[in-house]
């Protein structure tokens, strides 16, 4: 079964953003912690506080992760439903 044109759209802008070593690292951690913030985050990735804000603003525009409370030191967390959806837009393949 192919996907419709914007579930292809999707999926290629959640493959893109996965398609960096750090953020794949990112997603990992996230799943580890259940969520965790930018500055927690550059503890554990070794790079610029900057450049993992950065890696999250892709992450997030793709969907595949969300601003889990307000605020500026808020917190990150995975989009289950979005890795659900990929991981079976992948299968349908």
């Known amino acids: 079964m192919a996907l419709a044109t914007i579930e292809t759209d999707r999926l ?12 794949i690292e ?6 580890e912690a259940g969520d965790a913030n930018c500055v ?3 503890h554990h990735v070794s ?9 999250l603003r892709v ?3 793709a969907g595949l992760i969300q ?3 307000p605020g500026a030191r808020s917190g990150y967390c995975l989009s289950r439903e979005a890795l659900i ?9």
Do not use: D, F, N, Y
Request: aromatic share 2%; hydrophobic share 50%.
């Open 67 to 69: 601003q889990c409370a």
């Open 47 to 55: 790079l610029a506080q900057s450049t993992v804000s950065e890696h």
């Open 40 to 42: 927690e985050l550059t």
């Open 59 to 61: 992450l997030k525009e």
């Open 85 to 93: 959806w990929l991981k079976q837009s992948i299968v349908a393949l």
């Open 12 to 23: 290629a802008t959640m493959l893109k953003a996965l398609g960096h070593p750090a953020r």
């Open 26 to 31: 990112i997603v990992r951690l996230m799943a």
